[in-house]
């Protein structure tokens, strides 16, 4: 079985900074994307930062010059620092990773249970 599991959410007052981690772990071959998207209430869940298994990124034009995604591939983590945070930033926020348990099966995508990020004063 395969887990993926965020940390480090929590309430920071605007200005602040947060880091996120999520963690796959388990029956794992390889891992390709893993990403991080949010949803604040009453909107749809939203990107904000892509990684590839190669290291390329994609950002949300509101994650960027204030968000980095980061990967430690020993480890199966994605990172998420997030400086300069707005109470618009607040929201649950998902991590995915798509990844194959084994050699020869598809390629499929795993999704964390959220944590949840607060702005606020």
């Known amino acids: 079985q395969v887990q993926v599991v965020e940390s480090g959410g929590g309430l920071v007052q605007p200005g602040g900074s947060l880091r996120l981690s999520c963690a796959a772990s388990?029956?794992?071959?390889?891992?390709?994307?893993m990403a991080w998207y949010r949803q604040a209430p009453g909107k749809q869940r939203e990107l904000v930062a892509l990684?590839?298994?190669?290291?390329?990124?994609n950002y949300a034009d509101s994650a960027k010059g204030r968000f980095t995604i980061s990967r430690d591939n020993e480890k199966n983590t994605v990172y998420l620092q997030m400086n300069s945070l707005k109470p618009e930033d607040t929201a649950v926020y998902y991590c995915?990773?798509?990844?194959?348990?084994?050699?020869?099966?598809?390629?499929?995508?795993?999704w964390g249970q959220g944590t949840q990020v607060t702005v606020s004063s």
């Open positions: 990684i590839t298994s190669g290291s390329s990124t």
């Open positions: 388990g029956s794992i071959f390889s891992i390709n994307d």
């Open positions: 995915f990773a798509d990844l194959r348990i084994s050699i020869g099966r598809p390629m499929y995508r795993y």
